[in-house]
């Protein structure tokens, strides 16, 4: 699946309708906090104006739930976007009707329009036919650069594709080629490491890893499931119940297809969920029956970085312990380390793993953080992502 991009379309003269991931983070007083997403977008709109094209972006921010909400509105985006495009940019107050229409129809070549979030309309989220039309209506090219919002077929990620002639932004192209070459054709070793808390939302990934990885590695909260499938006692760990025995069945797979699994064989417990907790350092057969494992530990730490030493593709998603609370951060700061030091390429889901590696300065020596946690989840599951799919094939 090879998807056109900016570069494969004649867009001078044109009006360009952007998807972009302009849902940042702000503070009481409106003020973004982290302006990242938007300086993201920077490449692809730069691209398009330089192609002599009028650029109408669109983005959600929050969850207004269909209504319109003004602590949800675009306004400090907006700023923002002059401050760093150094040009003026026009934000609208809607994403749709006639006066918006008005004013895209009084736009100039190079001219930069911004629409209202597109979530004061609940028809956004149901990927309602009419209201895609009338965003498609707006312009001649769409271009989608949001890939974390590409899982939700949304009207603007996925109903805008049915009217309008759709590619891919630099951004979305780029995880779809790191990705997507990891999964068709990576550099082997080829190892998958997952952690976090949620087993349930990465049976799906592991699943689908199991047919093409070397090794598995699992660590994080996800880790107790898999160690009371294998039958330790894991005290008050996190543990996914309904899991265990499908997390039993994933290494018996693995096990029979010759992939290495390893899970962690000791773990820093603590007596009670918090950053003062007493900790002790114990094996996997040791969790005392009233404590809880936050971390992995430091032999666990020592075998995973040694694995992860000898791969060429590293794909890894989830944290190794609770890394807010600094007594369990350890066990993901070596991993995030062992990564920046494995000369391989390395691939950071986007989330958690995303947000550690980041706070740790590892982030400029990985070849690519993901924008997009649950997008980037899904598309390792082997799904197509809707707002993806809908693009044009080159
Ligand atoms: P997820 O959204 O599934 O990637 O989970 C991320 C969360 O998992 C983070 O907030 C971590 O604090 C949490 N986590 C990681 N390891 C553990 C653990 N051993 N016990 C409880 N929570 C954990």
Redesign the pocket.
């Known amino acids: 699946m090879v998807k056109a991009t900016v570069k494969d379309m004649d867009m001078k003269g044109k009006r360009v309708l952007v998807r972009v991931d302009f849902n940042v983070p702000l503070d009481g007083n409106r003020n973004i906090t982290d302006d990242t997403r938007i300086r993201a977008a920077l490449p692809t709109i730069k691209y398009i104006l330089d192609q002599g094209s009028k650029i109408i972006l669109m983005s959600h921010l929050g969850r207004p739930k269909g209504q319109r909400k003004e602590e949800f509105n675009l306004d400090p985006v907006a700023k923002r976007l002059r401050e760093l495009l150094k040009q003026p940019v026009l934000k609208l107050n809607d994403c749709i009707g006639e006066d918006v229409e008005a004013k895209i129809a009084s736009m100039k070549d190079g001219d930069i329009i911004l629409l209202e979030n597109l979530r004061f309309h609940k028809e956004e989220e149901t990927n309602d036919d009419e209201f895609a039309k009338a965003l498609a209506s707006l312009a001649d090219i769409y271009v989608n650069d949001a890939f974390g919002t590409s899982h939700r077929a949304h009207a603007s990620t996925s109903g805008v594709t049915k009217f309008l002639p759709g590619v891919a932004g630099f951004l979305l192209k780029k995880e779809i080629e790191v990705m997507g070459k990891a999964l068709s054709a990576p550099e082997r070793p080829f190892i998958a490491i997952l ?4 087993v349930k ?2 049976v799906g990934v592991i699943s689908n890893l199991i047919d093409k990885v070397d090794s598995l590695i699992i660590g ?2 996800m880790a ?1 499931t898999f160690l009371k499938a294998k039958g330790f006692e894991i005290g008050e ?2 543990v996914d119940s309904e899991k265990v025995s499908l997390a039993g069945d994933l290494m018996e797979k693995a096990e029979n297809k010759g992939i290495k699994f390893l899970l962690p064989v000791d773990v820093i417990v603590a007596d009670k969920f918090a950053e003062d907790a007493v900790v002790k350092i114990v094996g996997v057969s040791e969790i005392p029956r009233t404590w ?4 992995i530990g430091p032999e666990t730490r020592e075998r995973f970085a040694q694995e992860i030493k000898k791969a060429k593709t590293i794909v890894w ?8 609370m600094k007594p369990f951060a350890e066990g993901t700061r070596k991993i995030a380390e062992a990564l920046a030091d494995s000369g391989a390429v390395t691939i950071v889901g986007g ?3 995303a947000a550690a590696v980041l706070e740790m300065g590892f982030a400029g020596r990985m070849t690519h953080i993901s924008t997009g946690g649950g997008a980037s989840l899904e598309f390792l599951e082997g799904k197509v992502l809707p707002g993806i799919e809908g693009l044009k094939d080159i």
Do not use: C, R, T, W
Request: no cysteine; charged share 25%; hydrophobic share 25%.
């Open positions: 952690g976090g808390a949620k939302d990465k994080g909260g107790y760990s996190i809880q494992a936050l971390d998603n989830g944290p190794m312990g609770v890394f807010e989330g958690d793993s």
